[in-house]
């Protein structure tokens, strides 16, 4: 007598949730502002607004750029905030930190803007296993923005996984 053989998670309700479907596309870029600085420390007002006023941004087109000042300098608030306003027609998006600060920021943006309806009341599996780099903080903002909405959360793989969160 032939036994058929049954994918029981195929026909289940479970969910798998893969955050590297929605990893975002576009280079990281770490830029460092002691480039306009006098001897790497000293800001001068003038000569850092003209300095600013001869670099081509558009290289950023569709980037993520890190700001940091890889010197002991220390920065008017403004430094920053000045060289974002160039940035901003054309990067997706600017920090001010490191790249793995910057890979945070953009996962935790994703995670926000993730509609929740397709997970309500559903057991969901997180799944573990990526190629790319997601950082850490991506998974702890999707346990966040689901937990309150599905019936359950596990982590792994449909055939090895450790629950989470159980209603």
């Not at 000045?82 to 940035?87: D, I, P």
């Amino acid at each position: 007598m032939a036994h058929e053989i049954v994918n029981r998670v195929a026909k289940s309700s479970l969910v798998t949730f893969d955050l590297e479907e929605h990893y975002p596309e576009g280079k990281r870029v770490a830029l460092d502002l002691s480039q306009w600085l006098e001897q790497g420390v000293i800001l001068r007002e003038k000569e850092f607004r003209a300095a600013l006023k001869n670099v081509d941004f558009s290289v950023y087109q569709d980037t993520y750029v890190a700001l940091y000042c890889s010197t002991e300098a220390l920065l008017p608030a403004w430094a920053n905030l000045l060289v974002t306003t160039y940035l901003q027609p054309f990067a997706k998006k600017v920090i001010w930190g490191s790249l793995a600060e910057l890979e945070n920021a953009i996962f935790q943006d994703l995670v926000h803007s993730l509609p929740v309806e397709p997970y309500k009341d559903k057991p969901v599996i997180i799944k573990g296993c990526a190629e790319k780099a997601i950082p850490p903080s991506a998974f702890i903002a999707l346990v966040e923005k689901l937990q309150p909405h599905v019936k359950s959360l596990m982590y792994g793989e449909a055939c090895s996984s450790v629950p989470l969160y159980k209603k």
